[in-house]
């Protein structure tokens, strides 16, 4: 009867002693397919920029705004002889060397730290001005044919406009009258007002860059 038990005792641990190996070799089986097993691609696969291309991307339109209301804005701020009257020394008014004399295509930003921290539109401008060909990994697309566009982008740098008028010390900025802004604003609406695409959409489709701050 001793033998018997023992021998019943033995096959008892034996059993779940089986099974762990069981468990652990089939993991290992698992693991070898797993991570050793060379992929296999699929035989109708597109290459990956061409996924990112047709999927991720935006097909931008950029709204035909008189020149004066973009880059001949940014120039007449060069061009102007009146320092910024918030600050005490304007680093692109101290010395006449800071001016750009010439018209030139794209001047460049304002260094006045109340204007620079708020450039979006002027590098979205910059970035769409770009050749296709030097941004291929641009998000935004820009096509040349509103009907093709996903969104209409209407390049008015309206921070540059605002800390121009604001920076002018005319006090003219909360008013209609006199307000160099206010005029500005009256125009792009008036000529995006009168465009086919925002007469298509009724302006649904049309982006406004405005950057600032909020005060309380």
């Known amino acids: 009867m001793a033998i018997k038990?023992?021998?019943?005792?033995?096959?008892?641990?034996?059993?779940?002693?089986?099974?762990?190996?069981?468990?652990?070799?089939s993991l290992s089986f698992f693991i070898v397919v797993l991570f050793f097993t060379p992929a296999t691609k699929p035989s109708n696969s597109f290459p990956q920029s061409h996924f990112l291309s047709s999927?991720?991307?935006?097909?931008?339109?950029?709204?035909?705004?008189?020149?004066?209301?973009?880059?001949?804005?940014l120039q007449q701020y060069?061009?102007?002889?009146?320092?910024?009257?918030?600050?005490?020394?304007?680093?692109?008014?101290?010395?006449s060397t800071t001016h750009i004399s010439k018209p030139a295509?794209?001047?460049?930003?304002p260094q006045n730290p109340l204007i620079k921290q708020y450039s979006a539109e002027y590098w979205l401008m910059g970035d769409l001005e770009t050749p296709q060909e030097m941004r291929a990994a641009s998000f935004a697309k820009r096509v040349f044919d509103a009907?093709?566009?996903?969104?209409?982008?209407?390049?008015?740098?309206?921070?540059?406009?605002?800390?121009?008028?604001?920076g002018s010390g005319s006090g003219a900025f909360r008013k209609k009258a006199g307000n160099g802004?206010?005029?500005?604003?009256?125009?792009v609406?008036?000529?995006?007002?009168?465009?086919?695409?925002?007469?298509?959409?009724g302006g649904r489709d049309h982006v406004f860059v405005l950057t600032g701050c909020v005060k309380p």
Do not use: C
């Open 105 to 109: 295509e794209y001047p460049p930003y």
């Open 147 to 166: 009907n093709d566009a996903d969104v209409v982008f209407v390049p008015f740098f309206a921070t540059l406009s605002a800390e121009m008028e604001l």
């Open 78 to 95: 060069w061009d102007s002889n009146h320092p910024d009257s918030r600050i005490p020394t304007d680093p692109d008014h101290r010395i």
């Open 189 to 201: 609406i008036d000529f995006v007002r009168n465009t086919d695409a925002w007469k298509r959409s």
């Open 5 to 25: 038990s023992s021998t019943a005792t033995v096959s008892k641990a034996a059993k779940p002693l089986f099974f762990t190996l069981a468990l652990l070799l």
């Open 181 to 187: 802004d206010y005029s500005r604003q009256k125009k």
């Open 55 to 73: 999927q991720n991307s935006i097909k931008v339109y950029v709204a035909n705004l008189p020149r004066s209301l973009n880059y001949g804005l």
